[in-house]
């Protein structure tokens, strides 16, 4: 930006030159034909040389004690005309005339070569503050007592994905706020009297995402007037993900330690009740005799069926509260990947009205622990089949690339926000109106202790594809 600048600076300067020396022609060439013009064709009796002091004054302000060279000049021009148009009496006035144009040209020269030194060592303290500012990290811009932005630094630009153009001029809370008017708790609003504002913003950027800001306000003042404002913007987003990960973790170690105590307690109750239902239902075989009360225990039976699909959600519940609370140990044996594939895809009731297409490679056996696979496999295509629930089509490939074995889940369902896309895999985050969040979280803590990793693209009204990506030679691995 600094190069930028020194750039249209160089060549304005080049321009401006060239005109002054077009300018300071052009009026030495009309100080002499007005003073020729006075003296032989008008015959008046003097040397008219009140326009010369015009070229010597912008001579000493452009080009400072070379002005001299000019009022050199001048003076003899102004000698030789005073002797052919008067006579050598008039010599000394005439000369004496010229050293006055010399000294006029010293004085000029003097003073505007001091203001041309203290300019360029206000400029050359500009640029330094202005390559100091595009040095640092953290984002620092300058806005006047009306709010309206002076100067960005580079890194305040890059924070915000905007341009120097877009920045100069404009309020500050249109560019953070997209507001029209003030923000009603501005810190400038207070600030008066103190040494510094200081405040936490959260800012939605140009490109959609949202971050959190720690500004810091300096004003420059000028007696007790503010003149400006140097605002000092730390980008705090990390910090703030990281404090709410803290806070999340803590909440779910202690839901951890609560599952771990209570799911024994809860598991003894639920292997009861699934004792008492099968001989319901077989006794409900034996009863069922005739016609009338075989159509009873066909409704006892569906009824029988439902509470025993929800013991059997509970129970699931309960196993990956255990899961996640607990640290477990992989066990890894050489496995076929796609025939553990089929193993999955053969215990899943698939509707109808969804169409599974299947697409392997030959890949050698991996070293995974079966069991907690086979659960990642078996959570991913129920999400994906419940996220089709007007039918489409399953998607199943396995690839492998050398180092890797790869398994690819798609589905044609409804698709999973952007907003939504980081969050998945977090413990406890849930779309769904049953659940408690914990599938995914799962998935992705087995994936990645056999040194795997689990990825996700999604389009909404698209579709989601999942990529589970295992080592295809591992040691057992603690969780």
Same mark, same amino acid.
């Given at each position: 930006m600094l190069l930028c600048e020194r750039g249209k600076m160089k060549s304005s300067a080049e321009g401006k030159g060239r005109n002054r020396k077009i300018i300071l022609t052009l009026t030495v060439l009309v100080s002499i034909i007005i003073s020729f013009y006075v003296s032989f064709v008008l015959g008046m009796a003097i040397v008219y040389s009140h326009f010369f002091y015009i070229p010597i004054i912008l001579a000493g302000i452009w080009y400072h004690k070379? %002005?001299?060279?000019i009022a050199i000049l001048l003076g003899a021009v102004h000698v030789l005309t005073t002797i052919a148009s008067l006579s050598v009496s008039a010599l000394a006035s005439s %000369?004496? $005339?010229?050293?006055?144009f010399v000294l006029v040209a010293y004085v000029v020269g003097e003073l505007s070569e001091r203001s041309a030194r203290k300019e360029e060592e206000l400029r050359r303290e500009r640029d330094k503050i202005k390559r100091i500012l595009s040095a640092v990290g953290e984002a620092i811009y300058i806005f006047d007592k009306d709010r309206t932005i002076l100067d960005a630094n580079r890194a305040y630009l890059k924070t915000f994905n905007l341009d120097i153009k877009d920045v100069i001029g404009k309020k500050c809370y249109e560019i953070f706020f997209n507001r029209s008017d003030v923000c009603p708790d501005c810190p400038l609003l207070s600030i008066e009297g103190k040494k510094y504002a200081r405040t936490e913003r959260k800012v939605q950027c140009a490109d959609g995402t949202v971050k959190y800001f720690d500004v810091i306000y300096v004003p420059v003042r000028e007696g007790s007037e503010i003149?400006?404002?140097?605002c000092d913007v730390r980008d705090i987003t990390e910090r703030k993900?990281?404090? %709410?990960?803290? $806070?999340?973790?803590?909440?779910?170690a202690a839901i951890g330690e609560l599952a771990a105590s209570i799911a024994h307690e809860l598991r003894q109750p639920l292997a009861v009740m699934n004792n008492a239902l099968f001989l319901l239902k077989r006794e409900l075989r034996a009863f069922s005799s005739? %016609?009338?009360?075989?159509?009873v225990s066909g409704k006892v039976s569906r009824h029988l069926e439902i509470i025993e699909k929800e013991v059997k959600h509970a129970n699931k519940l309960i196993t990956d509260l255990l899961h996640f609370a607990r640290e477990e140990k992989i066990l890894p044996k050489r496995c076929d990947l796609n025939a553990l594939?089929?193993?999955?895809l053969a215990d899943i009731d698939v509707p109808s009205n969804i169409m599974v297409r299947k697409e392997v490679e030959k890949i050698p056996e991996v070293e995974i622990d079966k069991d907690k696979i086979r659960q990642v496999l078996s959570n991913i295509i129920m999400n994906a089949i419940q996220a089709m629930p007007e039918g489409g089509e399953l998607r199943l490939k396995t690839a492998y690339d050398g180092n890797f074995a790869q398994v690819v889940v798609s589905d044609t369902g409804v698709g999973i926000p952007k907003e939504n896309l980081h969050k998945i895999f977090e413990p406890l985050f849930t779309t769904k109106a049953r659940g408690v969040g914990l599938g995914l979280s799962l998935c992705k803590k087995f994936v990645e202790a056999h040194g795997g990793e689990i990825k996700v693209e999604s389009e909404v009204g698209k579709g989601s594809k999942f990529i589970i990506r295992i080592p295809a030679s591992r040691a057992g691995a603690g969780i």
């Open positions: 070379r %002005a001299i060279y %000369a004496l $005339r010229a050293l006055f003149k400006q404002v140097i993900e990281m404090e %709410a990960r803290l $806070r999340r973790a803590s909440r779910l005739d %016609a009338e009360t075989e159509s594939l089929d193993e999955v």
